[in-house]
Structure formats: C-alpha cells, structure tokens
C-alpha cells in the first residue's frame, strides 16, 4: 500500500493530505449509513495517519451536528498529515484513559490501524475492551488496532462489528484471527491509482470465481463419461471405508465423469453394500495397486490417503504414480501423515517433470508433521508457510481452516507465487469427513481438466458453498449433496 500510495503521488492522481481528506469522507458515509442512530461517536486517535483519519472523520461528524468525543493516544508528529489534520480539528481532545462508552455509542478505532506493531500499550488495551462490550458498536479504520496487516495475528480479542480499508484488503484482513476481528470489512476508494502488485514477487487475491470460472467448462451434448474425467480412489480396510466413501461421492457430484474405488476385496464389499455408480476394482497386495491402476481407463487424478491406514503402501503407491503416472494426486488425511519425516522422496518425485501433478491437503496438524519449521516460526503468516511449502515441495498446497491458502510453486525465483485466500467456509465445515470431500472434489476438478491451481482454488470456495448451503447441523453427508448447488451458483456469483 505504500507503494501504491507513492504511485499515486507521482503519477498527480492526489497529495497525501487528499488521500486522507478522502479517506474521512468515506467512513463519515459508513458511520451515517450503518451506525447512524449512534446516541454519540467516540474517535480514538494515535498519533500516525491512522489518527489522522479519526481527526478527519470528527471535523466532518460535528460539521453535520452529531455528537462526538474524541481521545487521542498522543500528539501527531511535526509536519506530517495526520498533524495538519489534528490543527484543524476544533474541537477538545481527551486523554484515552478518559474513554467511557455508553449504551449503543460508536467507537471508531482510528490508533493504530495496519502500522501498530509490537505489543499495544496498557491504555489502549483497557479502551479496546471497553470497546467490546455487546452494547457497544466498534468501527476499525483500516485494520483493528493490535491485528498485524501482513500475518493476522492479533494482540488482543475485540471484534469490530465493521472495518474500512482503503484501495485493497491487506493480508490481515482475511487471515485468522484477524478476519473474524474485522466484523464486516467495507473496502472504500478514495482515490488511489495504482498498477502496483507487491514487492514481494507475490499475487495474492481472494478466492472467487471470476479467478476459475472459466476453466470450469461445463458438458457439452457430445461430451462422454470419460471425457468428463476419471478419479481413482484408494479405499481403506473394511472398518474405514467411509473417509474414500465420501472422497468418492463428491468426485461424482463434483462433475467427474466416472469414479472408481481401488481396494482389496473385503473392502470393496463393504463399498459395494452402499454405492450403485461407483465403480470398484480388487487388488491383492498393495504392491499390486500401481499397477491395477495403471488398468483403468482415461484415469486423470487419484485421491489417496482418507482412511488408508497403511502408511508404507501410501508411500509407494504415491512415488509410483508421481514418477510413472500421468495423473494428478491428491494427498490427504494418511496420505500425508505418512511422509512425516520422510518427504524428500515425495517431494523430489513432485518436482521432477515439468507439469504440477501434486497437490497437497493439510490442516494445521498434517502441515505441522510435514514442515515443522515452518509451522513454528511465529514470524510467518499462514500466506508465507503456504507458499514456501509450495517452493519447497513442487506441489499446489491447500493449507486448509477458515482462512484456507492456496498456493502454487514459483516456476523460477524471480516469478511470482500465485496465492488465493479462501474466505467463505462456514462453521458447519468443521465436522468428520469434510476434508474428505474436499479432497474427491479437488481430484474430480482436475480430472475435468482444470488447471490443478485453479481445481483447488475452485474446489475450496465450492465446498464453502456446499457447507453453507447444506447448513450448521450438517454432516458430511449433508455437504456433498449440495455440491450441485455450489457448483450452479459459481455462474450467479459473477453477476
């Protein structure tokens, strides 16, 4: 955003002391339009252009007679904006100890915004509590104070019911727990003019279909099944069907053409007693099921691990199909616990052709065996780990949670990362066997011939559809039998 702010000056779009003119105007807008019943507003200032903005926002509030309080953390710098924006503020400025809300009262948080780091002083914790109380309404300028812009981390627990940013959402707005922090995020122009994309060799966007809808070619009249994409799927014993069950079930809703679930035969009756067009086929040994899968016909992606159990079949049965294969995997579940401690082969078998054939599911947990250096270096945003992990292995990782992360591997250093944050998972993802049908979903996309970066991102903001619509008591089950439903809807969210 500094960038994209000096772009701005150079090019003679707007002066600084514009831009925050600009920026006061458009939360005057959202404070009238959503908090205009505020008995009054209380504007906390820090003492950097974050205040500047509150010291613009109370000047244009009195102006239209509302009643505010405003308190400031300290006195703007010398010369810069947010000091000619305090000189020409009117009216008394209160210390922050001094904050006292009342019943249905706005507070606008305008202390620190995307620029606090380190730990919040004492004062400013005590007033962002009082902040939060249920009778209270909070309104963050730019980032709530205390929630890193570049990682989400957060210093403190005091949801906004709404946040205004500026030109474009920062990291911290859609990494937990900053998001959840954020309340309802409003992104307001005011004026920025910028081709900037980052300085970090990255391109980062928000999950969205107009990133992948294209891809997504629906079937054509002549279109047959195998045309439609073939997913293999690994089952496990006879007592853990259920987790390749699933896998299976949200590869047909999810479009593929034909599924089949390779296992031995005592599992497969136990499939058999529950499935009608699935198909199934026997191996003996798992030493043989490389090459019963290599018998299929047009298979494209296979998904392996839910519910397998033995981790040294994993391991082999993944190496053969990436350095034999052509198709796509799906790691997920024991799929990747098996490669704790033991990833390089995978990860060399990965990177060694010239197309991406890997994609890797974890949650917190299975990351944390996979990369644990990674997973502990408090340093990082879940964007950073994703991606290096990415780097590191030559595969798509899908970090899942909430703020699930997709992202690829640079094709040279000098490239940059391709990066999607998913923001629409509900509550009602968090139940047994959901990552399941992400993972079959994943698989059925790419087996329809999606680009296997987009199959993922498209896979993760369906299954988000899916599990909203399938509501907050649903089970797996529930979830896959809304994927028609998402997969319909991904047109409409264009509109």
Not at 278 to 287: C, E, F, I, P, S
Not at 428 to 436: H, I, N, P, R
Request: glycine share 12%; net charge negative; charged share 20%.
């Amino acid at each position: 955003m500094a960038d994209a702010d000096r772009q701005t000056f150079a090019g003679g779009y707007a002066t600084s002391r514009q831009l925050m003119e600009n920026a006061g105007y458009a939360i005057l807008d959202i404070v009238l339009q959503r908090f205009g019943d505020a008995p009054r507003v209380h504007i906390l200032c820090g003492r950097g252009n974050n205040g500047g903005d509150g010291f613009v926002i109370a000047r244009l509030l009195v102006e239209r007679g509302h009643p505010i309080n405003l308190y400031a953390l300290g006195s703007p710098k010398e010369g810069t904006d947010a000091c000619g924006a305090a000189a020409r503020w009117a009216g008394p400025v209160y210390d922050l100890d001094a904050f006292e809300p009342g019943e249905r009262d706005l507070v606008v948080d305008a202390i620190f915004g995307a620029g606090g780091k380190g730990a919040l002083p004492a004062v400013v914790t005590t007033a962002l509590a009082k902040a939060a109380k249920p009778t209270v309404r909070l309104l963050a300028v730019d980032l709530p104070s205390g929630v890193d812009g570049d990682t989400g981390h957060a210093r403190h627990d005091a949801p906004c019911d709404a946040t205004v940013t500026f030109h474009r959402k920062k990291p911290g707005h859609v990494l937990e727990p900053g998001r959840s922090l954020c309340g309802d995020i409003l992104v307001a122009d005011i004026g920025v003019r910028a081709e900037n994309k980052g300085s970090d060799h990255s391109l980062m966007y928000e999950n969205h279909p107009v990133f992948w809808h294209t891809a997504l070619q629906p079937p054509t009249g002549t279109t047959h099944k195998y045309a439609r994409g073939h997913v293999a799927i690994f089952s496990g014993p006879p007592l853990a069907t259920g987790a390749s069950r699933l896998a299976a079930m949200a590869a047909q809703k999810g479009g593929a053409g034909a599924v089949t679930v390779l296992g031995t035969q005592d599992a497969l009756q136990v499939h058999a007693s529950h499935v009608t067009s699935t198909m199934m086929r026997a191996y003996g040994r798992v030493d043989d099921a490389f090459d019963v899968l290599s018998a299929l016909n047009r298979c494209s992606a296979v998904v392996l691990g839910p519910g397998f159990g033995d981790m040294q079949g994993v391991k082999r049965i993944a190496i053969d199909v990436l350095n034999q294969g052509a198709q796509t995997l799906v790691l997920d579940a024991d799929g990747l616990t098996a490669f704790e401690n033991d990833s390089d082969h995978l990860f060399q078998a990965a990177a060694a052709g010239d197309d991406l054939r890997l994609i890797l599911t974890p949650h917190d947990g299975e990351f944390g065996r996979l990369f644990p250096d990674l997973a502990v270096d408090q340093a990082l945003s879940k964007i950073d780990k994703a991606v290096l992990a990415a780097n590191r292995t030559g595969a798509i990782i899908v970090y899942k949670g909430r703020d699930s992360v997709i992202a690829a591997p640079r094709k040279h250093p000098k490239t940059p990362s391709r990066v999607i944050v998913n923001t629409n998972a509900p509550a009602s993802l968090a139940t047994a066997g959901s990552g399941d049908v992400l993972a079959g979903l994943v698989a059925a996309l790419a087996a329809r011939g999606m680009p296997v970066f987009e199959a993922a991102a498209a896979a993760v903001w369906l299954h988000g559809e899916a599990g909203s619509a399938a509501g907050l008591a649903a089970n797996a089950e529930d979830i896959v039998s809304q994927l028609p439903k998402a997969l319909d809807g991904a047109s409409s969210a264009l509109d």
